[in-house]
T-cell receptor, first 116, second 110 residues
Framework: DAGVTQSPTHLIKTRGQQVTLRCSPK?????VSWYQQALGQGPQFIFQ???????QRGNFPDRFSGHQFPNYSSELNVNALLLGDSALYLC???????????????FGDGTRLSIL | QQPVQSPQAVILREGEDAVINCSSS?????VHWYRQKHGEAPVFLMI?????EQKGHEKISASFNEKKQQSSLYLTASQLSYSGTYFC???????????FGTGTSLTVIP
């Protein structure tokens, strides 16, 4: 049973560029959440997708956008990259019908994004 | 709205016990606990819900004080494999946004 998979594992971009990160949820899961984790910090909630719609959003600018596909996989897009966007981006999947309320989140290994 | 954890760091010898605390300024619906080892993804440990329901591992226990918006994670008879950074995660009564705590680094030495 495959867990949450993310691609790519590492990515290097320059300021001003755009990036797309991808996530395939654990089998049987229908909800995907994205987190940004800076070095030495806890993960920060970016947004959550369920039924192909953004259901909840954290305190991130509109440069951060996402998409969920009919097969529940998801993409995170970041435009106009800044040096401060350098971080580990984690995807988590779950099966609680859009509510992080009573089921665990399963995390992927993340994408390490470095901005030069 | 980020929950505050204490202590920030703790070092234990194998077999010793530890308590990690998580405190929120918001009324909580649930508290999750995760452990993250260096360079790895967070791994689920425990969920505590309003009303006392718990879901988690047998060897780890936790408490949730709904009135004080506080949770504590109890690690007993620590093993080397317990080393890592522990995060609580909270969801308030008013929304589905999920907030991870400030983290507690736990190191178990022989």
């Amino acid at each position: 049973d495959a867990g949450v998979t993310q691609s790519p594992t590492h990515l290097i971009k320059t300021r001003g560029q755009q990036v797309t990160l991808r996530c395939s949820p654990k089998s049987g899961h229908d909800t995907v959440s994205w987190y940004q984790q800076a070095l030495g910090q806890g993960p920060q909630f970016i947004f959550q997708y369920y039924e192909e719609e953004e259901r909840q959003r954290g305190n991130f600018p509109d440069r951060f956008s996402g998409h969920q596909f009919p097969n529940y996989s998801s993409e995170l897009n970041v435009n106009a990259l800044l040096l401060g966007d350098s971080a580990l981006y984690l995807c988590a999947s779950s099966s609680y019908r859009g509510a992080v309320r009573n089921q665990p989140q399963h995390f992927g290994d993340g994408t390490r994004l470095s901005i030069l | 709205q980020q929950p505050v954890q204490s202590p920030q760091a703790v070092i234990l010898r194998e077999g010793e016990d530890a308590v990690i605390n998580c405190s929120s300024s918001k009324a909580l619906y649930s508290v999750h606990w995760y452990r993250q080892k260096h360079g790895e993804a967070p791994v689920f440990l425990m969920i505590l819900l309003k009303g006392g329901e718990q879901k988690g591992h047998e060897k780890i226990s936790a408490s949730f004080n709904e009135k004080k918006q506080q949770s504590s994670l109890y690690l007993t008879a620590s093993q080397l494999s317990y080393s890592g950074t522990y995060f609580c995660g909270t969801e308030s009564n008013t929304g589905n946004q999920f907030y991870f705590g400030t983290g507690t680094s736990l190191t178990v030495i022989p």
